[in-house]
């Protein structure tokens, strides 16, 4: 193996694996409450909201135009909302577990609490998706910083590192509180930061000088529009029921303001001509 592409496989491993740091800090922890957990959706729905529009939907229109750039996030939107048509999934409060308990009795209170763990575990493995996904084009960024030299790789890589933490927290918890497995929550926490050394080899390899650039910036763009219906179909919706409306929105500007300062201080780690 070129030893560029180990010393960026390296340094892109520094990055992934920090979302496995984010989930030590659920699993140590002591058991989630409903509210944290409403308010770390919330959180985890303004980090893919800031990726979505500040991130992918931005960069897709400001490489291909911002007609087509629409195009490919709308689209993005309305595939997946055909998908999500026949994804069977359960809505329920987390008041219901008490009133089905008393209405049901101890048995029907049990299939509830069933459901609304499903509906959390699906809400956790849409945040990993997404995070994934925009870890992806990060091991990109840093193979290329790193091409640089060693000091903007390395920089590069440390703040990844940084804002990669918070995100780990966003997919443990929703796993941990669903599957009461700290196990099953460390493990899709970082293979969801994995998806950063998958990027450098990919680039490196499958398509070092023919990728198209119009249509890897527009496959991004519709993963924004993607992760935008998910986000609020899926997660504002739960933020809104275990941490009440209010809470809930303080944490989601929390998450975007959070995420568009990493962004930030990532854009101006990068040499002004390798974007992330």
Known sequence: ??????????????????????????????????????????????????????????????????????????????????????IPEPSLAPTADSKSKKKYGEEGGKDVMKKHRRQVLFSGIITAVGISLHNFPEGMAVFLGSLKGLRVGLNLALAIALHNIPEGVAVALPVYFATQSKWQAFKLATVSGLAEPLGVIIVAYLFPSNLDPEILEGLLGAVGGVMAFLTLHEMLPLAFDYAGQKQAVKAVFFGMAFMSASLYFLEISLPADVGL
């Open 1 to 86: 193996m070129d030893s560029q592409v180990l010393v960026a496989l390296s340094l892109s491993m520094v990055g992934g694996l920090s979302t496995s740091l984010g989930a030590l800090f659920v699993i140590l922890a002591k058991a989630p409450n409903l509210k944290m957990l409403g308010l770390l959706q919330g959180f985890a729905a303004g980090l893919m909201l800031s990726i979505s529009f500040f991130d992918l939907a931005h960069n897709a229109m400001n490489s291909i135009g911002f007609l087509k750039g629409n195009l490919w996030f709308f689209g993005g939107v309305i595939f997946f909302a055909i998908i999500a048509n026949f």
